[in-house]
């Protein structure tokens, strides 16, 4: 893949999930832990923010970010138009990290272990990885929602 197709498809799924948190009728409902769900929209939004700014912007685009994984899941760190913003801001971030880099850098290792396995793990390999993981809590963001209504 090019650096424009990643970037498509992480513009993409960026703008589902803030199109997800503007469909909540109102703050609260963002923060609400429903049923069997362990996370709410909220925290789902702010821990998306701190997966993509730390592996792409920062690894990736050697954008500056001090991540605290912890507060992502613990703590309202923003209220809905911060993360709307902040949302977007990573989506602009992802867009420099990836602005001119080449197969020859997606084939490239990554310089630490995030997934179980041990070995082939590229910038490329870990592009896919992180989409599908923006997908994976897309997902559970949207059936969030759904079960609210």
Do not use: C
């Not at 923010?49 to 923003?78: A, H, S, W």
């Not at 209220?79 to 977007?88: A, I, K, S, V």
């Not at 179980?116 to 896919?128: C, D, N, R, W």
């Amino acid at each position: 893949m090019t650096a424009e197709q990643y970037t498509w498809l992480f513009r993409q799924g960026i703008d589902k999930v803030k199109a997800e948190l503007t469909a909540y009728p109102d703050e609260e409902s963002l923060w609400i832990k429903a049923k069997a769900i362990n996370n709410s929209t909220g925290h789902l939004a702010q821990h998306l923010v701190g997966n993509l700014r730390l592996f792409v912007g920062k690894t990736m685009g050697e954008v500056p970010y001090v991540r605290e994984r912890d507060r992502e899941f613990n703590e309202r760190q923003f209220d809905r138009d911060q993360l709307l913003h902040m949302l977007e801001e990573t989506a602009t971030i992802i867009v420099h990290a990836l602005q001119g880099k080449d197969e020859a850098f997606f084939a490239q290792a990554f310089p630490e272990t995030v997934v179980t396995i041990k070995e082939g793990q590229t910038f490329g390999f870990m592009l896919h990885y992180l989409y599908a993981h923006l997908n994976y809590h897309l997902g559970q963001i949207n059936y969030h929602r759904r079960l609210l209504s």
